[in-house]
């Protein structure tokens, strides 16, 4: 069961990637940096909606509708703004503290668009 009660609720990047990894994640990981960000480096399995585009009025791509979002942009400061926005949509959305920064710190996988070793930006 996902579990998230109160706006502004931040997931350690162990929460996020529990929520967010295996066969059948209770969560999408959605990342919200721009296109040349996401190009160079993202999780693997992660979801990107640019935070400009959500904010234009964009609708959330078909594989995050109607599921629990776990937010994640470079720092963590985009994606509080993501949450925000989306749970006024009515979604159910946490950001991961620290995001990919911190992420790919922690050793975690990080691709490029092709599916190769990525970097952060």
Not at 34 to 49: F, L
Not at 104 to 110: E, I, Q, Y
């Amino acid at each position: 069961m996902f579990l998230f009660r109160g706006h502004g609720q931040r997931l350690s990047l162990g929460e996020a990637r529990a929520r967010t990894d295996g066969e059948r994640p209770e969560a999408v990981l959605l990342d919200v940096r721009e296109k040349p960000e996401w190009r160079t480096g993202h999780a693997p399995g992660a979801v990107h909606a640019p935070l400009t585009a959500l904010a234009a009025g964009a609708a959330l791509p078909a594989a995050a509708r109607e599921r629990p979002l776990v937010v994640i942009c470079r720092s963590g400061h985009r994606s509080q703004q993501a949450v925000k926005l989306l749970a006024e949509r009515g979604a159910e959305a946490v950001d991961v503290k620290g995001g990919m920064i911190a992420w790919a710190a922690a050793g975690l996988p990080v691709i490029d668009e092709r599916g190769d070793g990525g970097s952060i930006a």
